[in-house]
């Protein structure tokens, strides 16, 4: 696979990142305080950091299940269908159900999966991202929290990939193609 090159720069640090982890638990954990029956649902695959970190910061009892929908190739743009490619394992009906995004930025996803998990009846259903680009959005959806607003770049880190390449970096950086002007 060719893809040009490409430098990082970071965007949110690996500190900055773990702070706002732990302040969006903490408003989680308010909202879902006394429920036994949450299900942490996230979206793969650029969701598995977050939710790793996310839910090892709620002190609540949770279920963690995973949502494969695809709406990017291995491009920077973005195709409007979005399709199921690894469904939830368990039920929802009746269930509290927290959705965990890497990134909303047309929202086409976000609004498809929730429609979908909505028809399984769930009690209550709330949604989280990591980031949000509003300049990119097409659909009028936003998450129930963010953890950071960023400007219309494309990232990587943290779970979220170019190409399937950088999910294992600890912090967000943008991606700099070092061939151009
Ligand atoms: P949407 O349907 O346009 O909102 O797309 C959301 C999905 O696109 C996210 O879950 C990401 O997987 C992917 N995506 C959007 N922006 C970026 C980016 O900057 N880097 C990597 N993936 C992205
Ligand atoms: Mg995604």
Redesign the pocket.
């Given at each position: 696979m060719t893809t040009r090159p490409y430098v990082i720069d970071q965007l949110i640090s690996a500190k900055s990142i773990a702070a706002r982890v732990e302040a969006l638990a903490q408003e989680i954990h308010d909202e879902f305080e006394g429920t036994d029956k949450l299900v942490v649902v996230g979206?793969l695959r650029?969701s598995f950091v977050f939710i790793a970190d996310l839910v090892r910061e709620l002190d609540l009892p949770v279920e963690v299940d995973f949502l494969e929908a695809s709406?990017?190739g291995n491009s920077t743009e973005?195709s409007r269908e979005?399709r199921i490619l690894k469904d939830l394992r368990g039920e929802i009906h009746d269930r509290d159900v927290l959705v965990v995004?890497?990134?909303?930025?047309?929202?086409?996803?976000?609004t498809q999966v929730v429609k979908l998990l909505k028809a399984k009846g769930p009690a209550r259903l709330k949604t989280i991202a990591l980031l949000d680009?509003p300049s990119?959005r097409e659909v009028d959806i936003r998450a129930d929290w963010t953890g950071f607003e960023i400007p219309d770049?494309?990232?990587?880190g943290y779970g979220?990939?170019?190409a399937q390449r950088n999910r294992n970096l600890d912090h967000i950086g943008k991606v700099r193609f070092t061939d151009e002007g």
């Open positions: 979206l650029g709406s990017y973005s979005v995004e890497d990134i909303v930025d047309t929202g086409h996803t976000l680009k990119r770049e494309f990232v990587v979220i990939d170019f």
